[in-house]
Nanobody, 128 residues
């Protein structure tokens, strides 16, 4: 059974930091890129904020570059999202998802249709 389980969300003040985790199982981790997405209240889910693969390839949307860092522990099939300098507009449910890494480039990373497997999400609330 494929599973992606997000954790680490919570309530934080503006300017603070959070580290999210995405623990995966049930698929060949090495063949997939893992992306982080978010869905703010009343809005559609955004395209991937960032993605990473086991070969170290990472991509970021300009909107989070410099504040968010994606990394992975390949031995544990787990991907992290370090979020710094959080803003109230970062408030959202954050999801991780897996796409065949051969399909993910800087140009395609934001396409939700490429991602086969999704987690249930973890809530992040940034207070002002």
């Amino acid at each position: 059974e494929v599973q992606l389980v997000e954790s680490g969300g919570g309530l934080v003040q503006a300017g603070g930091s959070l580290r999210l985790s995405c623990t995966t199982s049930g698929f060949t981790f090495d063949r997939y890129a893992i992306g982080w997405f978010r869905q703010a209240p009343g809005k559609e889910r955004e395209g991937a904020l960032c993605t990473t693969s086991t070969d170290g390839t990472t991509y970021y949307q300009d909107s989070v570059k410099g504040r968010f860092t994606i990394s992975s522990d390949n031995a544990k099939n787990t991907v992290f999202l370090q979020m710094n300098s959080l803003l109230p507009e970062d408030t959202a449910v954050y999801y991780c998802a897996a796409a065949p890494k051969v399909t993910i480039t800087r140009q395609t990373m934001t396409s939700k249709l490429l991602y086969d497997y999704w987690g249930q999400g973890t809530q992040v609330i940034v207070s002002s």
